[in-house]
């Protein structure tokens, strides 16, 4: 089946700083999204980007299909960005299945 | 519109016991499906359904039965419960079908833990 890796898996930064997030996958895929589990549990889903590039505030996510990776830029991190971002991909066919990927953990200090 | 909601928020059930959680939806999506999500990992399929009447298996779903009645409501059942079913269980929906605009989106959770 579809691999999906992301790296790094884990991060730490200080306030203000830059990140890049990277989402790998093996196979060809339908869409793409962007999730980030707050340190509650709740999944917030960030982008549906299956190609191109998205921005909304401080976060973008460009995804490069033909070539089979995604990657999501925060800039000038805040401590509420903490917690683990997902990507997730839908393989073809007649149904929305997401195959997750293993999540980067990030650790923003003040 | 309340999106995608799940009910109990917490569960804990002894070895053998039953129970069913709870998943409904108030977009008229037509794609629903459970996924559990267990500790430092991302989250796995246990079933989905693609329309009321019609589920269908996904990675993970020994231990678990699903039926859909309902576009709204997607229950997922645990027959006789067991340790290893002790994780946290995400219901999600989309628009489905023939749709090109297919972004999932997810419940709160149930924290659900076997002793």
């Known amino acids: 089946g579809i691999q999906v890796e992301q790296s790094p898996p884990d991060l730490i930064l200080q306030e203000g700083a830059n990140s890049t997030l990277r989402c790998n996958f093996s196979?060809?895929?339908?869409?793409l999204q962007w999730f980030h589990q707050n340190p509650w549990g709740q999944l917030i889903n960030l982008f549906y980007i299956p190609s191109g590039t998205k921005q909304n505030g401080r976060l973008s996510a460009t995804t490069v299909a033909t070539e089979r990776y995604s990657l999501l830029y925060i800039s000038s991190s805040q401590t509420t960005d903490s917690g683990v971002y997902f990507c997730a991909v839908r393989l073809g066919g007649n149904t929305d299945k997401l195959i997750f990927g293993t999540g980067t953990r990030l650790q923003v200090f003040p | 519109n309340a999106g995608v909601t799940q009910t109990p928020k917490f569960q804990v059930l002894k070895t053998g016991q039953s129970m069913t959680l709870q998943c409904a939806q108030d977009?008229?999506?037509?794609?629903m499906s459970w996924y559990r999500q267990d500790p430092g990992m991302g989250l796995r399929l246990i079933h989905y359904?693609?329309?009321?009447?019609?589920?269908d298996q996904g990675e993970v779903p020994n231990g678990y039965n699903v039926s859909r009645s309902t576009t709204e409501d997607f229950p997922l059942r645990l027959l006789s419960a067991a340790p290893s079913q002790t994780s946290v269980y995400f219901c999600?929906?989309?628009?489905?079908?023939?749709?090109?605009?297919?972004?999932?989106?997810f419940g709160p959770g149930t924290r659900l833990t076997v002793l």
């Open positions: 999600a929906s989309s628009q489905g079908g023939a749709s090109v605009y297919n972004e999932q989106f």
């Open positions: 359904s693609v329309g009321a009447g019609i589920t």
């Open positions: 196979d060809s895929v339908n869409n």
């Open positions: 977009m008229n999506h037509e794609y």
